[in-house]
T-cell receptor, first 109, second 113 residues
Framework: TQLLEQSPQFLSIQEGENLTVYCNSSSVFSSLQWYRQEPGEGPVLLVT???GGEVKKLKRLTFQFGDARKDSSLHITAAQPGDTGLYLCNAGNNRKLIWGLGTSLAVNP | KAGVTQTPRYLIKTRGQQVTLSCSPISGHRSVSWYQQTPGQGLQFLFEYFSETQRNKGNFPGRFSGRQFSNSRSEMNVSTLELGDSALYLC????????????FGSGTRLTVV
């Protein structure tokens, strides 16, 4: 069974701090996505990575896909209260997708 | 362009009843997937429809069913509701099967009492 493990499960930090969350698996994927979900809303796609070693930046967010395409990280620089939410990773092969349980991030002012 | 629209946003039903949820995908997206989200289980895949055909199905009982119309709009139905069916039901549309990203609706919050 393919699994996507996200860590940490919960994270509470102060505004201005940096943080990294992880999405790990023993399986190789053709693509991986990161989403952010706010309470009571659907997840919003942040990024898709497809190439091993790929790094993508979205303002203060940096996403990296592992060289072997089995894992990914999301780094947030100078976190802000607006970054609060559930960060989910999702990966797949041949139209079969799996989801991690997410990292719940709280950024306190 | 308009996003994914799910109706209703909130629903309260009694055990044993049945419910129908609706989803209108982004124009041009032919794939619609449904997910159940609960705090302990995360996002659980229900089924995916593509061009009116169910293409993938998750591990849910037969009480959960769906369909897709020729305009790509989709409905899901849950019969004989149980307390454990209380959840946020999310619809997501994509050009393909979501490997390059979904656009989600805001969800329907179903409470079974």
């Amino acid at each position: 069974t393919q699994l996507l493990e996200q860590s940490p499960q919960f994270l509470s930090i102060q505004e201005g701090e940096n943080l990294t969350v992880y999405c790990n698996s023993s399986s190789v994927f053709s693509s991986l996505q990161w989403y952010r979900q706010e309470p009571g809303e659907g997840p919003v796609l942040l990024v898709t990575v497809v190439t091993g070693g790929e790094v993508k930046k979205l303002k203060r967010l940096t996403f990296q896909f592992g060289d072997a395409r089995k894992d990914s990280s999301l780094h947030i620089t100078a976190a802000q209260p607006g970054d609060t939410g559930l960060y989910l990773c999702n990966a797949g092969n041949n139209r079969k997708l799996i989801w991690g349980l997410g990292t719940s991030l709280a950024v306190n002012p | 362009k308009a996003g994914v629209t799910q109706t209703p946003r909130y629903l309260i039903k009694t055990r044993g009843q049945q419910v129908t949820l609706s989803c209108s995908p982004i124009s041009g997206h032919r794939s619609v997937s449904w997910y159940q989200q609960t705090p302990g289980q995360g996002l659980q895949f229900l089924f995916e429809y593509f061009s009116e055909t169910q293409r993938n199905k998750g591990n849910f009982p037969g009480r959960f069913s769906g369909r897709q119309f020729s305009n790509s709009r989709s409905e899901m139905n849950v019969s004989t509701l149980e307390l454990g069916d209380s959840a946020l039901y999310l619809c997501a549309s994509s050009l393909d099967a979501g490997e390059y990203g979904y656009t989600f609706g805001s969800g329907t919050r179903l409470t079974v009492v």
